[in-house]
């Protein structure tokens, strides 16, 4: 049995934009530093001395590292491992905004899905790492088919992805709830499950403007005062396997200790998943009654 405990956050680094983007990404460089997570997947990492400086802070435990370069700007995914990558591969939306949406950003970050193949003992674990393109207007919503055809494509890598793995995952910002197409799209196809499903605790776990983050306007507050939750960890095994989720939280606080501000505008999500082999029946250890039946039936 192997038990790996996975992380994923939307770190919100944008140069220039991102408030407080310092101090917050050293206050992530310290807390990563202080858990024992086996996977990390980062998003909206845009500036390589924010990804530098995290792996200073983690390496010791984590030694394995991988960005994924792509676009003008940069995918802003990237992943860290204590296991070895053995291999990496990025896929590039070919719908993925518009290039004079300036102000929107998404066109020039080349999004896509990142996929980083551990070695972990004696068995591979595919992790696929995304941010799907953002949702500026719930109201008019204009990008609502880039992300539904992000959500195909990215399922469809999945699914041919995940059966010479004994494990998949699946972490990331979907700018997505869980009920919407996009999301249902994404997990449909290949098979994936939500970790989230699997907590035993019975509170919200909105990871987008709720009351919890500092950075939530109130004007939206007073609309949703739950948010959404956009951020997932979700997994599968392949049929000589079977996984499941022990554990889901959120991985901070609400507050970065001694501090007003939150660590983002999204909340850090953790879970720890469980893969084991299937049992198999030897024909040779089971009563003779058992067989005589087996080979009736065929």
């Known amino acids: 049995m192997t038990e790996l405990k996975v992380f994923t956050m939307n770190v919100w680094g944008i140069p220039y934009v991102s408030k407080d983007k310092s101090s917050r990404m050293e206050a992530i460089a310290e807390a990563l530093k202080s858990k024992d997570y086996d996977i990390i997947c980062l998003q909206e990492i845009w500036d ?8 200073s802070k983690i390496k010791t435990r984590m030694p394995y590292k991988y960005y994924y370069y792509s676009g003008f700007l940069g995918s802003g995914l990237c992943t860290f491992s204590k296991w070895p990558i053995v291999e990496t591969f990025y896929y590039k ?7 004079h949406k300036i102000h929107h950003g998404d066109w020039f970050a080349g999004k896509g899905v990142a996929l980083a193949k551990l070695k972990v003992n004696d068995k591979i674990i595919n992790v ?6 953002a949702q500026y207007c719930q109201e008019n919503d204009e990008y609502l088919s880039h ?23 699946f972490l ?9 197409i996009c999301t249902q799209v994404l997990r449909t196809i290949p098979g994936l499950q939500d970790a989230f499903l699997h907590n035993d605790k019975e509170c919200d776990y909105g990871t987008n403007e709720t009351t919890r983050n500092s950075y939530t306007p109130p004007e939206v507050l007073k609309k949703n005062p739950h948010g959404g ?50 049992e198999t029946t030897n024909l040779l250890d089971r009563p003779d009654d058992d067989i005589k039946e087996i080979v009736h039936r065929t």
């Open 48 to 55: 390589t001395n924010d990804y530098e400086l995290i792996h």
């Open 93 to 99: 939306f070919p719908l993925n905004g518009y290039v």
């Open 128 to 133: 696929f790492n995304t941010h799907l393109h």
């Open 147 to 169: 992300r539904l055809s992000q959500s195909y494509e990215a399922g469809q890598l999945v699914s041919l992805g995940s059966e010479g793995a004994a494990l998949t995952l």
């Open 172 to 180: 990331g910002d979907f700018n997505s709830k869980p009920s919407d």
């Open 229 to 278: 939750r956009l951020d997932y960890i979700l997994f599968k095994s392949n049929n000589q396997h079977e996984a499941k989720s022990l554990k889901y939280d959120f991985a901070f606080p609400d507050r970065i200790p001694n501090c007003s501000m939150s660590y983002s505008d999204h909340e850090a999500i953790e879970a720890t998943i469980v893969v084991k082999d299937k």
